[in-house]
């Protein structure tokens, strides 16, 4: 389909393309390509998400790039594309966790809170006045002591995987994340894994301050965010320490 | 008609054409058309629902991948097409049926819900500010001890089916069902109906795990899926299992 | 009036073009003719309402292609056109009568129900934001021991006949019925013109499955659906009865 | 000004050309155009109304085709153009007549009548999200014991007549007005005219079907339909009786 | 600037040219041009209101072709242009004129009437979703004792004057005052001069039918329409009395 | 940029160009640019406003082209552009200035008074469905014993000035300003600045009856318009009044 | 991408490209660009907010260029771009900041304020029917006895930085801090650098009027100007003081 003809699905509100597209919606998948990317990988200990945080300056204080979020005490969210879109989908999952445990005294399941974040993006692709959300998210944590890891895309479709990246350079380090799973490894061996899936797409290398990584294990069902020293450790044990050097223009906006 | 004149109907909201066609509904019947397969089939002993569930990756969680969802005790309901739409629709069912249970103390019936759901669609059609539903449904069940089996399209129009096919693939199966079809067959005999007609498409051979079945048996009444050791087992005993190798890109997105 | 020109008027609301039409109103009765033919027929004894029901398969419940819909016990309504837009204005008539009788007590004139609907329809052909009705209904009932046949167009233009038909083939079948119609003559008679204005358009011959029919006798003054046993008997009697073979591809969507 | 340019005009809201017309309400005259003639004649024993009724088929009750009605009981109105659009404003007047009855306890003014119409009518002109109405109409009827005779254009101007003719034919019509009105005749004067200008834009001759016709006289100021026997006897008398022939095609819609 | 380019302006709603102008508002005082001419005149002695009235047929009440309106007592309203809108914006004064009447138990001051109308008039070249009106006002009436004439064009912007001419051939009737204007002049005088302004554009002579006229005198400050004998007389004295020959085809709509 | 690309940014909503500019703001300055100028000089002894109005015809009240205006006590705005647009402000600031008196029993501050308005006109220029206002405030007045004197531009940005011009010629006017203001200066001595700039721009030479002044005189903090015999007298004083000669055709709309 | 398909994407509401970006919030960005700089620098004593402003004319008032703002006792905001769009988010951030107080009793933190305003702007961003703001702000406050500082982009994304610069020359000035910057430094340091670093884009020298400056000192937590008197200080302390002459034409509007 050439230029011209596109054209005519970008104007007015989110349509059918002749051949049954929604050139919105991958438009906005596009949107998430552009940022960085995020992992989630689900072990038999838990849940770990990691992701490639390039700062644009030295000066920029490198947590307020925010790609990893506590959604609630036992779940974390991890995002890829529009920042500023993401924030509002973490807000909106915050608040529904909190009414969850308002209404029914109990943490809100990871699948419950994943459909409402999606059926919640599907109304930005079917009704007309708004574009839709440019962003996707990895949403894990732990629900009757298992751990789960969800993702939704910009249609509003939910899945549910076993590991998964999103953004970036995603057919690389899904490759490399299919070729090294394991379900039965543990939380330590997800660290690993998700840190050298991440080094797949820097060229085999990583520094601390360009990652940034949480887990929830399944034994304490509590968000846990990984020190930058914690980090360096790891990168070291697992010899993917990058030399000091100026990181590339990728970047979340 | 060529591609300018075309043009002129995909921009607005859905507006007749010359000859009296609404295109954006029929460019969501072409998004049904890339959705994998769905099936129903309706036998004496209840209705079976089967549908083709082609994973992107090993590492997804096959059971994300929903396209078959119990709406009701009685009532189970499989999709085809734009998956976050069909989430919608399914949602609008539930409630009404849960409604319906509140309000007379008394299962909802499948015709009742059928037309609920058409005419919730039918409004996404013809008032503006939206986009139409990009998504079949089967919705299948037991009334007054009656199993029925009826379709929802895009334009919200419903038909009653004794057996029936919706998205990719839909002219073939048919075909293949109206060949095969016995209104007075036991479930076990369309359970085996359905699963060799999902082979017709697949080159006569299905692995268990891009599968998904239900059955909503007539003495029962109950939404009872299958187990994957279940689908093993049938698909043993009708010679279709496949060998192990690559599965194709089709997938419901 | 060229191509060119013409798209003009269809990309935004109803509006008139320079002649004085209201395009999207015409293409809505195009969209009335693409649908296979219903008719009515008054006659001293009742009123006849017959349908064509082409079904596309053979799987499919003859009884979900609804074409004649009981509105209220006086009243029956044959359609013709799009299927989903005829449900939304049979919805309203149901409505209407049973407010009537909720709030007079009494059955609803057919003139009545009639107009209530074509101002309904009308409303769709001015006011912004919605596209017209694709949709023409037949409306029968007795009225005061007398039987009346109505029209809906869809401009919401209200007529009265003593008989029409309205879909694919209305030229023909209008001819055929003009030529035929007596006044006096007895539902049993109406009956037989009706197959007989039918058969006209399908070659001379009928299969009692792809057709629906209902009388309300002056009678009675109740809805009275018409058997396929019956429909058997008549076409036999008449000696329309067609060949089992394949039937044409035209149906109402 | 040539078809690329008026396009502009077209698409939106009623907006000025450059030369400062509103094509939408020059369309909608057009409309008016496309319908049989009606008139209006006021003598001093009353007012009449008389409109062309081509009926499209002879199985068409006549008297569906309506085109004078009653708005109060000393209030008739004749319409042309768009049947549809007729009905909303006629609807609104009787509204308007009645709720006067209500307030004021006594009979609506007719020029308080037609000014509630034209405002009415003016605000589709101006006002966005509505295209104007197709109509116009004639409003008669006796106040304080003097016939009034009213227009209503789609521009929403009233206009007071002591003879007129709205819808095809109009100048013929209205030059035979000219030609024949005496501001002193009696009501059946009155009567012979309108027949005879109807008759001039027929050929001179006039079948009792295809007429419609309706006085308020001043001396009972009660809306006083004429029967068709009434009606023959008119033609009979006046010698415009046509042979029984094909009507022509032009009709209401 | 070309055709192709003021299209673009003349789609949306009232927005700037690259030139800082309002399209709409210009073209919306085309629609004023095209009506036919009003004067007003402000003496010592009171305000005039002329107002020339082509009558399209012999058959049309000439006192419905209302271009001289009561909006109070002591305030009349000549109008140029759109027929229809005029009459809206001298509802709207009427209703101030009452409100201030029953809120302050006094007369309404002219200019705080003219600037209530303006302002309703600014809004609607302002905000989106209407077009301008089509019309300029001229507001005249005693306040204080004191006579006060105004003139309401279609961008909302109210102009005093001591005499002014609104409509076909302003410039004319304007040339003509300027230089024949009195401000000392009694009524009487500016009746003559009001008749002979009309005349300059209706090559010299005049008809009583085709004029109206209307003072509203400083001592009564009660607005007095001019009856046509009255008219007859002025024209016969002042020796502008036409003789009896049809009129032009100019007139307002 | 060119004609076609500029066309983009002229249709919709106000929106940004691929520069970052803002059009219809722009365009929305042209349309200050069209009216006469208006001036504003701070001195120590007072704030005075002086306008340039050129009248169409002699017949036209001066005092009705209101480019100075009282908004309270202590404030007066002079104005060029779109009066209409003109007036809907000072209303606005008017109300603002009221209610401030209302609420807390003193005068309203001048910046805060300024700043009301532009965020009232910033709203114009960020949210759809209506234009910018075409038009450019001077506000000046008293706060606290300190003369202020203030800018409002359509954009909404609030500017504080020591003397200003907007409207036609105000680069030629500013220029002046700038060679000859004193901070130190007395009323009176503003007065001549303002009425010398004025000349400037009108080839040496001023009458009073195209000039409007008013004063707010620190000592007062009044609003005191200067009468047309103080004008002539300060003309004849500068040496700055003009032969009687007729005006050129500029004029604010 | 080139011009003609640009154009798609800048007419309707804010939709993303096929690319995946959203070309009104780039557009935005350019809006800021074309606004003069503005620094903000956090030290371990305070945060220091810097800007140029180069005023239009000698006679304009230096103060009502406003770049620095108070949003609370303890919190200054800096912007760059659209002056009239930047008064609204500081309004916007005051009232958040005093609601903050109301409801809690305490001082609202730099991150939860940065955050409102983020989420604001991202609305502007998604929902149709507004524009996004063409403003990036600089928000510095004291937390908890902590120096923060934020930037906000027209994307809606809230960054943190230890130092940073918005509008014309960001590249150069974020160049010069970078080399420079050091977080142990003193306020007075942070003062010195950014005058050195507003220097860097203004041939070296600065003149005291064409800068505004204030710190947020760590111990005070008081919002606090710089007098022109302190910044004639600083720059001949470090000689930056520029020679007197003509600034250049860049101004924000």
Chains 1, 2, 3, 4, 5, 6, 7 share one sequence.
Not at 87 to 97: E, G, K, P
């Amino acid at each position: 389909m050439q230029g011209q003809q596109q054209q005519a699905y970008d104007r007015g509100i989110t349509i059918f393309s002749p051949d049954g597209r929604l050139y919105q919606v991958e438009y906005a998948r596009e949107a998430v390509k552009r940022g960085t990317a995020s992992i989630g990988i689900r072990t038999a200990g838990g849940v770990v998400l990691a992701v490639d945080k390039r700062i644009r300056s030295s000066l920029m204080e490198r947590t307020s790039v925010e790609k990893i979020h506590k959604a609630d005490d036992h779940i974390g969210i991890a995002s890829a594309g529009h920042v500023a879109d993401a924030r509002q989908l973490i807000d909106f999952a915050r608040r529904n966790a909190q009414i969850n445990r308002l209404r029914y005294g109990e943490p809100i399941g990871i699948e419950t809170l994943t459909k409402d974040v999606t059926d919640h993006i599907q109304q930005y692709t079917q009704v007309g006045g708004a574009r839709p959300f440019g962003v996707a998210l990895i949403i894990g944590g732990i629900e009757n002591g298992e751990p789960r890891l969800y993702e939704t895309d910009p249609s509003g479709t939910p899945y549910e995987w076993k590991a998964l990246a999103v953004g970036a350079d995603r057919k690389e380090i899904e490759d490399y994340l299919e070729e090294n799973y394991d379900e039965e490894m543990e939380l330590e061996s997800g660290i690993e894994l998700a840190l050298r899936a991440l080094a797949e797409a820097n060229e085999g290398k990583l520094r601390p301050e360009s990652i940034g990584m949480a887990t929830i294990p399944t034994e304490t069902a509590e968000f846990t965010p990984i020190s930058d020293d914690e980090l360096d450790g790891y990168l070291s044990e697992f010899d993917l320490l990058a030399e000091e050097d100026e990181g590339d223009e990728e970047s979340d906006e």
